[in-house]
Nanobody, 126 residues
Framework: QVQLVESGGGLVQAGGSLRLSCATSGRTFSDYGMGWFRQAPGKEREFVAAINRRSSNTYYADSVKGRFIISRDNALNTVYLQMNSLKPEDTALYYC???????????????????WGQGIQVTVSS
């Protein structure tokens, strides 16, 4: 079965940086796009960033554009989220996700993602 395991979260001051990693197993990683989502307390899960299977295309939520960078290493079966210039409003539980289907384009809706990690906490203090 497909498994996703996030790491790299923690507590950081506003303006700081963190890099999240998501290690995957259970199928051919390079055949699938990947995405990151987040959920803050009392709010719905929201899309953060996504990358297609060949790293030729990425897409970001407006709230993180210019600050976050999604990337992947197909040799390591891992997707990353580099988060810079962090703000208190970035505080949330962050999830990596993998879709059920192998397509060349990017999914931004959570409904298109079949597999999810357990989530990792990112807290940004002011």
């Amino acid at each position: 079965q497909v498994q996703l395991v996030e790491s790299g979260g923690g507590l950081v001051q506003a303006g700081g940086s963190l890099r999240l990693s998501c290690a995957t197993s259970g199928r051919t990683f390079s055949d699938y796009g990947m995405g990151w989502f987040r959920q803050a307390p009392g709010k719905e899960r929201e899309f953060v960033a996504a990358i297609n299977r060949r790293s030729s295309n990425t897409y970001y939520a407006d709230s993180v554009k210019g600050r976050f960078i999604i990337s992947r290493d197909n040799a390591l079966n891992t997707v990353y989220l580099q988060m810079n210039s962090l703000k208190p409003e970035d505080t949330a539980l962050y999830y990596c996700a993998a879709p059920k289907l192998s397509v060349s384009y990017i999914y931004t809706s959570a409904k298109e993602y079949e597999y999810w990690g357990q989530g990792i906490q990112v807290t940004v203090s002011s």
